[in-house]
């Protein structure tokens, strides 16, 4: 069973539609992270929330819009996508981002993903 | 900038046998942790093994282990007695947050 839970596990939506993919953790993480991923291609980094804070927005478009309403949760909301931001969008988090912190390098825990088709 | 190169797209082993996939890296720092991921086609990326720089002795988790070598920024992964479980993509990563190789598909044949 994985320790993050990412919902839904599919959305199929138009590119006029308003969805949200939503992240779970229970772990006490304090970093969480947004990874787009392509067919047969590795993760991307989109964005990084440290304590509840944007910290890194790799340039990703304003359709895609983070939010960590709390330390255990962290949505991503979607607009106006386009058919090619259809992937795996993968949820992750871990201990924290603490520089100088033994924690600083504490692997990722991942969740199962959401499949996004756009259309 | 940090980059991480797997040089192996596909590998394939034999049931209960050996297999070990390369990983290069490069950087700037003295002290850094490296990874190893297994996504297999359920999607989820799992933790196979880490290896933190500072440490001279290489890492091992029951049949994973790392064979790191600093100075050539090296960090290949060996899988002993082969599972059709370990069947999967594979991916080195270095950094936080993490930069992942492009990965190495496993096959492994019964």
């Known amino acids: 069973d994985t320790e993050v839970t990412q919902t839904p596990k599919h959305l199929v939506m138009g590119m006029t539609n308003k969805k949200s993919l939503k992240c779970e953790q229970h772990?006490?993480?304090?970093?969480m992270y947004w990874y787009k991923q392509k067919a047969k291609k590795p993760p991307e980094l989109m964005f990084v929330?440290?304590?509840?804070?944007?910290?890194i927005n790799e340039s990703v478009p304003s359709r895609f819009s983070p939010e960590c309403p709390n330390s255990s949760l962290l949505n991503l909301h979607l607009h106006a996508l386009q058919p090619e931001d259809s992937a795996l969008y993968l949820c992750?988090?871990?201990?924290?981002?603490?520089?100088?912190?033994?924690?600083?390098?504490?692997?990722?825990?991942f969740g199962n993903g959401t499949r996004l088709t756009v259309t | 900038a940090q980059t991480v190169t797997q040089s192996q797209p596909e590998m394939s082993v034999q049931e209960a046998e050996t297999v070990t996939l390369s990983c290069t890296y490069d950087t700037s720092e003295s002290d850094y942790y490296l990874f190893w991921y297994k996504q297999p086609p359920s999607r989820q990326m799992i933790l196979v093994i880490r290896?933190?720089?500072?440490?001279?002795q290489n890492a091992t988790e029951n049949r994973f282990s790392v064979n790191f070598q600093k100075a050539a920024k090296s960090f290949s992964l060996k899988i002993s007695d082969s599972q059709l479980g370990d069947a999967a993509m594979y991916f080195c990563?270095?950094?936080?947050?993490?930069?992942f190789g492009k990965g190495t598909r496993l096959s492994v044949i019964a």
């Open positions: 992750a988090s871990s201990r924290n981002r603490d520089r100088g912190s033994r924690s600083y390098n504490s692997p990722l825990h």
């Open positions: 772990m006490g993480h304090r970093a």
């Open positions: 929330y440290s304590y509840e804070k944007l910290s």
């Open positions: 290896q933190e720089a500072y440490k001279q």
């Open positions: 990563a270095y950094g936080t947050p993490l930069v």
